[in-house]
């Protein structure tokens, strides 16, 4: 009998992970002689260690299919993040357990570089405990953080979300900016880097050219400097669009979304960092404002989705299966560029060492030197990854996302209480 | 000599107007016997008053095509209201003088409540001055509140985002909820009418079912009935998606979004309803909880619009100038609904007097008795309107949206200083 496979979603989903997904399960099942089932965790790696497994093959091909068109976690995801060997040592040994129960001989994880850590833990956990599990990570993070791999499945969708509601947002303030709103303030993800920020510039470009200010995580906050520029925009342009990341500090740390609100009750602030930029313009200058705060909508856009990042998505699914199949283990599949102009990409491997719990950080080349725009070496690497629609089908004027069954496996072990 | 037409977009754009521009400026062009050129208004009827015309015979057919898949208003739009003729007399006349100038016998004036009114004063006063001026409305307004027209042009489109970024952002929240977000708010526009919160109810189906909680400016906010409903939703789904309304009031007519929120300053709140209703389910309940503020991405959100609303906006347009053909005037192209499944539109007329200044508000029957939900009522109007796609074309990862040349008209009258 070939032995099962465990597939978990973790951390915050994408708009793409679920295209992973497909490419894990359609390949498994292309092997049925080397892969038995693909048992899915419930909630991520929680299902794992509740033993609240999904049995995948009672899933029909079109329904496996759909996954590549439909956002978010199918089979759900979670923020529980496994420490160390020893810190841990009571989650790990029970993977074991499960994994044991169930016959799991390939652990496939799809997540950032935390869970990329847990991956590798898991596939030396098993080398010891006797019984192998080929653990291969499958990568996946809108932050597009992790190294080796030129850029991580999910990222792509984002910033074209982000580029191009950037474009559309700054026509409306155009259009408006004779008797109304001058300035358009939105808030994009990226607590620690400014991927998706710098991404906002692309809406800028040649043939439309936008007067955009970015606020990115890396650069200390200058409030003068960027009160000068907004207004330079404004003076030269009727308008100004800002996208600033929920990340953005204050040189003294604080984040720009701390700036000191206060609701009746004597809480810290509710909003964002938008609307403390857009108030700061407000004061300095009087022009109207608009603001908004993308949060969930940017990652979720499936309906907008780069092509480029789905089929690479994609690709990373089925490269971690076939990585499997060809006996490596504490591995990630990684798209390696090999050409920005024309675009051509290729799947390449990195051992779960070089990848695991290492931050991949924007390089300061790709920040313009003024700090509040990027450079056509950052326009460069971006593009190609925005590159291409991957539209859904629709029904009912609505994409047709799948809602998949996710039918429990009979379960054999003894409970388990997670620790909360 | 044929007479030119004017031409001004009014208000606050949408991801259609522009669609109504080639509309009227397609089926003029096809007309070189009966209408000379088509002038449009800089900033809207601000341009006709400072004399500041655009002259779109410079435009190739292929950008004025092109207009039907750009967002926002291509000539500028603005917010600045003509008052009675007696409030607004020098205005008036002003415009009498500039038209006259340019041998202007068409005016077709694209936008809501306000500009139909003004539409109608137009053509009044040009009457009376002695020199006939066509005057034809074109519907326009994402509220959807002009009376008359079975759906006002610019709806639908924002309409299909709610509904499909409602739905999208469920699907994160839904994955996320083992461990992490339960609770996620999207603020939309609507400062009194609850058309566009509605939408959001749409994101929920048969195939599939989403917990949705509507807070519709109709409907005084009950803090203590949301919030055992937004409890009960978690309890049985795991979680709960709120789409809140900008105008969503207290009982006392305050707005949810001056919820007594000031920052170091003391300075009103700077953040909206989203936040607030946010911050109230996590204070009662401890959930974690994302929002997001649409703000202007919805209107200008040309990358997702309603096929049914690009095609009716065009529509409005072009039967806005075969209405002035036919000799009609005060009158304004609307939508007519001859069936809703299967759904069949026509194109009718009102005259302007039924239209200027009447506000459409919600039926009562379309929302649900417990006041957080639409009714199958709301959702047989709702459901034609966001039919269909029409994806504009991409270059380089973005939409490939067009602007204008914009060729200033040389001015024949002496100055005139706008009131301010």
Known sequence: MPKN?????????????????????????????????????????????????IDTSFESPEAIAALRHTPSGAFGSCRYKLKSLEASQAEYERLMEVFRAHDIGYFFYNGGGDSADTCLKVSQLSERAGFSIQAVHVPKTVDNDLPVTDNCPGFGSVAKYIAVSTREASFDVRSMSSTSTRVFVLEVMGRHAGWIAAAGGLASDATTPIPIVILFPEVPFDQERFLARVKENVQRWDYCTVVVSEGTRWPDGRFLAEAGTRDAFGHAQLGGAAPVVAQMVKDAFGYKYHWAVADYLQRSARHLASRTDVEQAYAMGRAAVELALAG????MPTIVRESSSPYRWSVGHAELRDVANVEKMMPKEFISADGFGITDACREYLVPLIQGEDYPPYHNGLPAYVTLRNVAVAKKCPEFKLKK
Do not use: C, M, W
């Not at 490596?328 to 591995?331: F, I, Y």
């Open 328 to 331: 490596a283990s504490s591995v």
């Open 5 to 53: 496979a465990f597939y978990a979603q973790s951390g915050g989903v994408t708009a793409v992970i679920n295209a992973s997904a497909a490419g894990v399960i359609e390949t498994a099942r292309r092997h049925p002689d080397r892969i038995g089932k693909v048992y899915a965790g419930r909630n991520g790696i929680i299902g794992a260690l509740t033993e609240d497994l």
